[in-house]
Nanobody, 114 residues
Framework: QVQFVESGGGLVQPGGSLRLSCAAS????????MGWYRHIPGNHRELIAT???????NYDDSVKGRFTISRDNAKNTVYLQMNSVKPEDTAVYYC????????WGQGTQVTVSS
């Protein structure tokens, strides 16, 4: 059974940092590209960062220079280090392999507010 379990969200002040984690199971993790998405209420879910099996990364302009995606294939886990967060980063964050048709996880809520 394919499963994605996101964690690490919470309330953070503007300018602060958070590290999100996502444990994947039921997939060949080391051979899959992985992505972090976020869903802001009223908007579509958007892809903000990707990492290939060989650790090549790509970022949406909205997070470039502030967020860092990484992976640990031994732990089947992908991470998102969020620095210099802004109120507009408030969203539910999900990990997911782009282009696949698996069920999504529950996501983890990130709220940026003073």
């Amino acid at each position: 059974q394919v499963q994605f379990v996101e964690s690490g969200g919470g309330l953070v002040q503007p300018g602060g940092s958070l590290r999100l984690s996502c444990a994947a199971s039921g997939i060949s993790f080391s051979t899959e590209a992985m992505g972090w998405y976020r869903h802001i209420p009223g908007n579509h879910r958007e892809l903000i960062a990707t990492i290939t099996p060989r650790n090549s990364t790509n970022y949406d302009d909205s997070v470039k220079g502030r967020f860092t995606i990484s992976r640990d294939n031994a732990k089947n886990t992908v991470y998102l280090q969020m620095n210099s967060v802004k109120p507009e980063d408030t969203a539910v964050y999900y990990c997911y392999p782009p282009g696949r048709l698996y069920a999504w996880g529950q996501g983890t809520q990130v709220t940026v507010s003073s």
